[in-house]
């Protein structure tokens, strides 16, 4: 079993621009590390109504842009990201899963559906708070000493996600394995949406056969 930590980076707060990853090995070896840089097609806001200004991204607006865009960059990614035997992880990762998503819908290709361990909740059970800390916080409470990694470079910030769940681990006293079991809940799943009305007819149709009713006499019910 391997075990990949990723983190996005938006140009806007919505539109991706940066993809990173570490893979590791049950003993936090790391296999593979890299930073994939995307034209995220949209502008690169600095203002408080969408970006950050607080934030600065690893990489200069115009090497971004010289990148290419997700839409060229989409099979590589899944790829990476639908590997076998592998666990997905990051920090704060339903935000994560739901830029691809965007994007996947932007460009108009197949949703990549993904489900993964959230970091940030693993955290926060860990140290029984229901506070959401940021990735910066964790590292700081838990002592661990990231000098080495740059904030807000993708690759970076997917390895202090991975160091927080080591430092974790260590303190616990048991492998990741372990603790992603212990921590099930903190795992993410992509929600299914009904997309036509037919569909919703059998869910429907489905539920009140369960009930030993049929779809005329609860139709009928609902005139009463």
Partial sequence: MQYLFFD???????????????????????????????????RFKKSRSGFDPRIQLAYSVETFKQSK??????????????TSNQVLLGHSVT?????????????????????????????????????????????????????HLKEHKSSDDAEMS???????????????????????????TPKRKIHSEGAIYNVLQKALEKKGMSLDKYMESLKK
């Fill in 162 to 188: 991975m160091l927080v769940i080591k430092e974790i681990c260590s303190r616990s006293n048991i492998s990741i394995g372990k603790l992603l079991r212990l921590y099930s809940s903190c795992k993410k």
């Fill in 8 to 42: 996005i980076e938006c140009c806007d707060g919505n539109h991706m621009c940066s993809i990173g990853y570490v893979i590791i090995d049950d003993y936090f070896k790391i296999k593979e590390k890299q930073d994939i840089l995307i034209n995220p097609q949209y």
């Fill in 95 to 147: 935000s994560d899963i739901q830029f691809i998503k965007s994007a996947c819908k932007r460009y108009n290709l197949p949703q990549i559906e993904l489900e993964a361990f959230d970091t940030q909740i693993i955290f926060s059970k860990f140290k029984h708070d229901k506070r959401s800390y940021s990735l910066i916080d964790i590292v700081n409470d838990l002592n661990i000493d990231v000098s």
């Fill in 69 to 82: 865009t997700f839409f060229c960059l989409y099979e590589k990614i899944k790829k990476i990201l639908m």
